[in-house]
């Protein structure tokens, strides 16, 4: 079946230990993003990237990096994880034929920080 | 700014219906849509309204009104694996989703 992957599903790191997740999608998008979501929040919208073009949120960190070296995959790179920073990572993707804006989430990183 | 706003909890009884609701304030408006999302698990869609109106899918329907700025999902016969948040999003005049804090549905036997 068609679905976007993440990898790892569970990350604990330590207090400024560099942490990348990664995002695959065999959907065929040329849409994707990186959300942020804690506890019983909205998600918050890290970046996104529109075929290679590559968007990003006015407010997201410095600390928070993003890559997409081809359409498949997506990667996010926290350089300096803080305990702030310890949320639920989901990746989604859009740009299907079958609704062109409706996003397709993976099924969540969750990253610890000690 | 932009708003969205809906309840943080409800509780409802099993085969039972209940109506989630959601108002919003955005910079225009391209569509509202309604996400499911079990605790710890990713948001998965359920319906998406951008013409005034009632879509009916299944146990779950979704009403908009745009001039008012509202919505609702309606779930009707409620069974237990419906405990879920419900989250409603608004793609603005630059198709970018704002997301409300999302609705923790509780359904008791």
């Known amino acids: 079946d068609a679905m976007v992957i993440q990898n790892p599903r569970y990350q604990v790191t330590q207090f400024g230990k560099p942490v990348t997740l990664s995002c695959s999608q065999t959907?065929?998008?040329?849409?994707m993003y990186w959300y942020q979501q804690k506890s019983s929040q909205a998600p918050k919208l890290l970046f996104h990237?529109?075929?290679?073009?590559?968007?990003n949120e006015a407010d997201t960190p410095d600390n928070f990096q993003s890559r997409r070296p081809n359409t498949s995959f997506c990667f996010l790179d926290i350089r300096s994880p803080g305990l702030g920073d310890a949320a639920m990572y989901l990746c989604?993707?859009?740009?299907?034929?079958?609704?062109?804006?409706?996003?397709?989430f993976g099924a969540g990183s969750r990253l610890t920080v000690l | 700014g932009q708003n969205i706003d809906q309840p943080t909890e409800m509780t409802a009884t099993e085969g039972a219906i209940v109506q989630i609701n959601c108002t919003y304030q955005?910079?225009?408006?391209?569509?509202l849509f309604w996400y499911q999302q079990h605790a710890g698990e990713a948001p998965t869609f359920l319906s998406y309204?951008?013409l005034d109106g009632l879509e009916e899918k299944g146990r779950f329907s979704s009403f908009l009104s745009r001039s008012k700025g509202y919505s609702y999902l309606l779930l009707k016969e409620l069974q237990m694996k419906d405990s879920a948040s419900y989250l409603c999003?608004?793609?603005?005049?630059?198709?970018?989703?704002?997301w409300g804090a999302g609705t923790k549905l509780i359904i008791k036997p």
């Open positions: 989604a993707t859009s740009g299907g034929s079958s609704g062109a804006n409706v996003l397709t």
């Open positions: 959907l065929n998008h040329n849409v």
């Open positions: 990237y529109y075929d290679k073009d590559f968007n």
């Open positions: 955005t910079s225009g408006f391209n569509g």
């Open positions: 309204n951008v």
């Open positions: 999003a608004v793609m603005d005049s630059n198709y970018q989703l704002i």
